[in-house]
């Protein structure tokens, strides 16, 4: 097969092709639409997921001020303290999913197909960094509020000792290290997870970039 | 507006179908997806400013949101319901027949994705220049990148 044989075979795949699929009133039923049943089913999981993290906010804030301002109830450190990981928690987990959203969302398709690529690796590359930080801050929180209750609990560093009755240090030792690997552990699932599409994208931005052997050759 | 782009539409609609068959061949979801790209045609189509042609802005914005939905289709959460017509194009794409048919396009569908938009346009007879605005490579690139893909075609069509 000679190379040029290719433009006859193209015409010849798409003479039987070319079927009209929509008519006009069809057509303007789409264009009204903002998605296409499939992408908006999609969408439709992840808006859901960031309205109801949102709404157990709510629901999480108005029983706290329900507890704290109205009842007047006087919480230990140690009883604040799951709480508020609770509120941070749902507060990082909604902010994750809009975020997850608003980048499935926006598009570039005026730019040429490099820059879109392009502007998507980026976007992509927020949202890994995003979720990785919001982890971090999350996890890391958390290991410093239970330093400071243990901390209060035991009456300050003097009172430190290797044989706590409460928690041993050891055991404390470990729960926070275990805190502080979390982001990490999530970071390393987060790669398993993009790997492949990364990988794609890496090759195909190779392809657009890869300059070498670059000559007119009709 | 708004019959201004249908008209345009109604006159190219070959296009999208080119662009649909190459991306989403033996997809189920391929006429959804080709609605999602008439979608995006029209949410761009403000942003279209008639310094090139409409078919080489059709294209550009195609291409991309047939490479967007495969980007995003790896993020966003899977669906798994088919419905009837869905199934049955599934179906249909599996018989023998359409296989003799769309061998090139077969061919095609094992190139990369940006592979697959370059060579398009090569089919569709754009000039090097209109390849690179579209692409956003350089025309030298596009040349070379051309008869690469080219050769690799063939390779695959004459390996069956």
Not at chain 2, 14 to 40: A, M, S, T, V, W
């Amino acid at each position: 097969m000679d190379k040029n044989d290719l433009k006859r075979m193209w015409l010849d795949a798409n003479y039987t092709k070319c079927e009209n699929i929509f008519s006009d009133e069809s057509l303007e039923k789409t264009i009204g639409l903002k998605h296409s049943e499939a992408i908006s089913k999609s969408l439709q999981d992840v808006k859901l997921k960031a309205i109801l993290y949102v709404l157990l906010f709510f629901i999480y804030g108005g029983l706290m001020i329900y507890a704290l301002v109205y009842l007047k109830l006087n919480l230990s450190l140690r009883a604040l303290l799951p709480l508020a990981i609770a509120g941070i928690f749902l507060i990082i987990t909604a902010t994750s999913e809009f975020v997850r959203l608003f980048v499935l969302t926006r598009t570039a398709d005026n730019l040429s197909l490099k820059d879109s690529l392009s502007v998507f690796c980026r976007k992509l590359k927020k949202i890994r960094t995003i979720d990785f930080t919001i982890y971090m801050v999350l996890f890391y929180l958390s290991a410093i509020l239970i330093i400071i209750s243990y901390l209060a609990d035991i009456g300050g560093f003097k009172n430190l000792s290797w044989s706590n009755e409460i928690v041993p240090l050891p055991l404390l030792g470990v729960i926070i290290l275990m805190l502080l690997s979390v982001p990490w552990f999530i970071r390393y699932q987060n790669n398993r997870r993009y790997r492949e599409l990364f990988s794609k994208l890496n090759e195909l931005s190779q392809q657009l970039n890869d300059q070498s052997g670059a000559g007119i050759a009709h | 507006m708004e019959k201004e782009f249908i008209e345009l539409i109604r006159s190219h609609q070959g296009i999208l179908h080119k662009i649909c068959n190459i991306y989403f061949l033996r997809d189920p979801y391929r006429e959804d997806y080709y609605q999602e790209i008439l979608i995006r045609l029209w949410k761009s189509y403000p942003g279209f400013k008639s310094q090139s042609a409409f078919s080489t802005w059709l294209y550009r914005v195609a291409l991309n949101t047939a490479i967007d939905i495969i980007r995003k289709k790896s993020i966003l959460p899977k669906h798994t319901e088919l419905s009837k017509t869905e199934f049955n194009i599934a179906e249909s794409n599996n018989s023998p027949d359409n296989d003799n048919k769309d061998k090139l396009y077969l061919a095609i569908n094992l190139l990369l994705d940006i592979e697959k938009a370059i060579i398009l346009l090569y089919l569709e007879d754009f000039s090097y220049s209109e390849i690179a605005e579209i692409t956003g490579i350089s025309e030298n690139y596009a040349g070379v990148k051309i008869n690469r893909i080219k050769s690799q075609l063939i390779k695959i069509l004459n390996n069956g």
